[in-house]
């Protein structure tokens, strides 16, 4: 019997990991989007799979970006690796050097690609106070952000509310978090010991009970980035900022420390650094 996209789309749905949308997004998805293009008129999932060459060729006919192909041959490989038994009848080590082989092309191609200057932190900081005052809700985010520089994990963090799964006690100063974006599973939960200073602005423009922040998860980015646009910052986001902060002269401990609280490994923040403007040190 044939393997079918119907059998192949069951499998993703009823897999234990499927348990947030991300996983169907960045799983299901591109599997489905390539096998679409590259099944003939048997429908046999399986016949497409025997054909690495041609199943790559099809996402590079398609897809220029080198991290779109790593992306899509990422996904390809884990069904290959997950499905049961699939990988005893396609040639899973051809899409495991695929895969890898799409991992040197980015990295080429990111080594080639000219990273756009560095805005400082510094500028940034001075900018929003200056734009909508030091105590306002916006000079809190890039405060806080600061030193806690998370993703989009601000929208649902909890002022002195134990059974939050994201919560900050303001007399112990620590930011527990249990639900953050893409490393959760990795790094568990995340805790983070806040500043005397900040922890006053917290509570002098937010009070002691509450959000931190006035967000919603499906806003946070958009009005971050019109914060930023507001202060002067065109055409800045919030991984403008993200750059800003991991750009700041640090020792190697303060990388490792940076790296804990952002949740990646400590050679990441490394990569985000960005050049110094002209103006710059």
Not at 2 to 21: A, C, M, R, S
Not at 119 to 124: H, N, P, T, V
Not at 198 to 208: Q, S
Not at 253 to 259: G, N, P, Q, S
């Amino acid at each position: 019997m044939p393997l079918t996209i119907e059998k192949v789309k069951n499998f993703y749905d009823n897999h234990p990991n499927n348990t947030t949308p991300n996983f169907l997004k960045n799983h299901q998805a591109p599997v489905l989007r390539i096998l679409a293009l590259c099944l003939d008129e048997t429908g046999d999932v399986l016949e497409c799979l025997k054909d690495p060459e041609g199943v790559v060729q099809t996402i590079m006919n398609k897809y220029s970006n080198p991290n779109t192909i790593k992306y899509y041959l990422q996904a390809l490989l884990f069904l290959v690796d997950e499905y049961p038994g699939l990988a005893k009848r396609v040639p899973r080590d051809k899409y495991y050097d695929y895969w890898l082989g799409s991992k040197v092309y980015k990295k080429e191609e990111d080594e080639t690609t000219l990273k756009p200057p560095n805005i400082e932190y510094q500028d940034i900081q001075e900018k929003v106070n200056e734009t909508f005052g030091e105590n306002s809700i916006e000079s809190l985010f890039i405060d806080f952000y600061e030193e806690a520089p998370l993703r989009l994990d601000f929208h649902d963090i909890r002022i002195n509310d134990e059974n939050a799964s994201n919560n900050l006690d303001l007399e112990t100063r620590i930011l527990k978090m249990d639900e953050y974006n893409k490393t959760q599973k990795k790094y568990g939960t995340k805790k983070i010991k806040l500043s005397k200073s900040l922890v006053e602005k917290i509570k002098n423009i937010r009070g002691t009970s509450g959000k931190v922040f006035p967000f919603s998860k499906t806003t946070q980015g958009a009005k971050i980035k019109k914060m930023l646009e507001e202060a002067g910052f065109k055409g800045a986001t919030m991984n403008t900022l993200r750059h800003s902060v991991q750009s700041k002269d640090m020792s190697p401990l303060e990388r490792v420390e940076i790296a804990r609280r952002a949740g990646n490994a400590p050679t990441t923040s490394v990569d985000y650094k960005r050049p110094k403007t002209s103006g710059g040190e």
